[in-house]
């Protein structure tokens, strides 16, 4: 409703400009009659003259009125050729940007209906060439302005890049156009007798795009960009030769083509098939696009060839990383909180006589949680007396980045150290955590604490208050890393069946769950594509509330839609019922880790204490 009356606003304003005659007044005509008095207000007040040019042209360029051509010119006839180009400039991008924002937020939907046609070769170009494309774009007019400006609403771009690269591709048209506009008074019509400077100040507006197109050439036979969506020899990786993995020789000999992984993932559906991608795109392409994948395996669980293209990205990430081809400080807000889970300050191994198994609650449930964490230790440890905690990061951040050998030796150093003391067993409340001992530590037991709850029946009694809470339906979403654990999908709702909830099913659940946003960390270079994630689960949860059994996954949805973890329901069924227990944020989390260390030495003060202090030699 909000965008809808937005829409009839503006489309308001549009209509009454040509109510009142505006198209009349900012005709050739029009500003010719009154070129003089402006140009007179403009000696007078320079700044005020400028801002009210601005305040016209800038919507007139948004909502492509049919006078902005002309104003153009005007700027030129008005303020001369260097200050036109500069308030042109600025106005133009950022009426262009303002077109771009009301494209992506308000008509979304018209913008791919209606030019449909354009959207597909843009996003192939996008794909193909990233901001260059939207430059060449902006030098060559391909497609009029104004579809430009809508069509990129609904790509990936972000807006800070389609706004310096539009001021920078328009810059050159906008000096020639302003220029010949300072010649506007000897203009009588379009089509009049022209003197000699506006013939050549027009005849350069002629020529640019010429010179523009060659200038584009020369750039991409330099970048070696190919020109169309196709490789050298059809079928044939462009240029992957060296980073080939089993997986993506998999893709390629099995992939049908068949668009089944395109239709849930917004990645996928912004740049083709994994074997397309992999087929059509160069090297250099393929490794930054990998970081847009969010990892979650979503494609390998509907793919009717059992192939999984999140293996292959992550092996393009893995081969970006060791080639350095990707900017890591752009992830240096994940990177320092996995590296403070592993120092020495936020650590602690507490492994009790006779301990073989130990509990690992991971990096983000312990911060945000610290009551559930330690409830859960407790009810684990009744179970368990000689059961041991371990506060560390698995490092799943840096294997996920690609950082294949610093995750290496920082896992490799735990599970020794684990394995030297005697464990045998643990028991992860994180699914990250979970599956990344499932992979890397074979000869280990691992289970989830759900699977040990499931048979321990902890304590949960909901409050009075509580009554309309468990009537409410609900809809358990199941983290992504778990896809492949039904036993942990099972376990999971046999412990909401225990609190007598009213537990509903979802689309896209258990082994073809969706991701929750956070996956593969693609919030930190495209959040707009992180978040179609979590649109597309508040959708499918309709009205419903979300539980779920992932403090990651119950941080993020919480933002769309009302969402609850698993384990405050069951150690804290009333407060969490009534909204009271509250999660922590950034920096208070570091504290509560720092305190639930400090409660685990004071518990357990017989036990074997450690804190790890290793980095791998690079």
Known sequence: MKKLLLIILIAGLIAASFRFGLADYFSLEGIKHSQGRIQAFYHENPALAIAVFTGIYIPSVAFNLPWALVLGLAAGAFFGTFTGTVVVSFASSIGALLACIISRYLLADWVKKKFKDKLDRVNQGFA?????????LRLIPLFPFFAVNMVMGVTAIRLTTFYWVSQLGMLPATVVF??????ISKIDSLSGILSGKLMISLALV????????RFISLLRKKKSVTSQFDSPIAGVPFGLSDDLSPVTADILEKCTNCGACQVQCAFLTRYGTPKEILTTLDPAKQHILSFECSLCGLCRAVCPENIDPGEAFLHLRRVAVANEQVDLSTYSTILGYEKKGTSKLFSCYALPQNCDTIFFPGCTLSGTRPKTTWALFETLRAQTPNLGIVLDCCTKPSHDLGREHYFQRMFEEMLNFLQARGIKRIWLACPNCYKVFTTYAPNMSVESVYEVLAYSN???????ESTSFKAAPMVVHDPCPLRDQPQVHESVR??????????????????KTLCCGEGGTVGFIDPELARTWIEKRKKTAGNRSIVTYCAGCAGFLNRAAPTVHLLDLLFFPGQAASGHLRTAKAPLTYFHRLALKRKIKKTLPKAFFRERNYRPIQ
Not at 128 to 136: D, M, N
Not at 178 to 183: D, E, F, L, T
Not at 206 to 213: C, E, F, H, R, T
């Open 458 to 464: 902890p304590p949960c009694t909901f409050s009075d």
């Open 178 to 183: 302003v220029n010949a506009g300072s010649q």
């Open 128 to 136: 193909r060439e990233g901001a260059f494309y939207l430059f060449a």
């Open 494 to 511: 046999a412990l909401l069946a225990g609190m007598d909830l009213s537990i509903e099913k979802m689309a896209f659940e258990k082994k």
């Open 206 to 213: 002629g020529i640019l795009p010429l010179v523009a197109k």
